[in-house]
């Protein structure tokens, strides 16, 4: 398997702007996370799903921030308008829950997002 | 909901040195701890967990150990290298909820 796929890699955006970030988990595991990584703040649980339904979308900073998952393969995080705060490395992860795999999380690469 | 303090936030030591990171939680139902390794510019990435029925793990250079009582968990790396140098994250997860609750992080430096 190829782990989680974020894509893009890196995006530099104007304030004001869409910015759509994008994960494709790990085949067969059924949650999904989205993190967001700064200096400041560490790194915070944005939004999770469990079999492609959102279960906690309490770390969402603001209305700004959507998450969708329309399938088990694919997932995004969209942020309008993007504001200057907003610069962080954003991580998508992964975990197969029960079983014999207790929540081992796979990360992706991240997404270091860039808003000036 | 689950808080997980870790600490200490910095911790520098000398090449061949150990080193130990103390982690507490507050939910008495998290019954997993895996801890992560964050190199620069990279990834967060499992390095060893341990579950709720045990109370010491090993592997190679790297141990945890967790007192369900007390509510804490430690990592240890013995014969440390420069290598070993990065932020290591500890993580309680009640596998219930599905989700880990991370700590806030520890920079590992080790002085060749």
């Known amino acids: 398997d190829a782990g989680v796929i974020q894509s893009p890699r890196h995006e530099v955006t104007e304030m004001g702007q869409e910015v759509t970030l994008r994960c494709k988990p790990i085949?067969?595991?059924?949650?999904l996370f989205w993190y967001r990584q700064t200096m400041m703040r560490g790194l915070e649980l944005l939004i999770y799903f469990n079999n492609n339904v959102p279960i906690d979308d309490s770390g969402m900073p603001e209305d700004r921030f959507s998450a969708k998952m329309p399938n088990a393969s694919f997932s995004t995080l969209k942020i309008q308008p993007s504001e200057p705060r907003d610069s962080a490395v954003y991580f998508c992860?992964?975990?197969?829950?029960?079983?014999?795999?207790?929540?081992?999380?796979?990360f992706g690469p991240g997404t270091r997002l860039l808003v000036l | 909901g689950e808080n997980v303090e870790q600490h200490p936030s910095t911790l520098s030591v000398q090449e061949g040195d150990s080193a130990v990171i103390k982690c507490t939680y507050s939910?008495?139902?998290?019954?997993?701890f895996p801890w992560y390794k964050q190199e620069l510019g990279k990834r967060p990435q499992l390095i060893i967990d341990i579950r709720s029925n045990v109370g010491e793990k090993k592997d190679q250079r790297i141990a945890v150990t967790l007192n369900k009582t007390a509510k804490h968990f430690s990592l240890h790396i013995t014969e440390t290298q420069p290598e070993d140098s990065a932020v290591y994250f500890c993580?309680?997860?009640?596998?219930?909820?599905?989700?880990?609750?991370f700590g806030d992080g520890t920079t590992l430096t080790v002085k060749p």
């Open positions: 992860a992964s975990s197969l829950h029960g079983g014999r795999v207790w929540e081992t999380q796979y």
């Open positions: 993580a309680a997860s009640n596998t219930n909820a599905g989700k880990s609750t």
């Open positions: 939910d008495s139902a998290s019954n997993y």
């Open positions: 085949s067969g595991h059924d949650y």
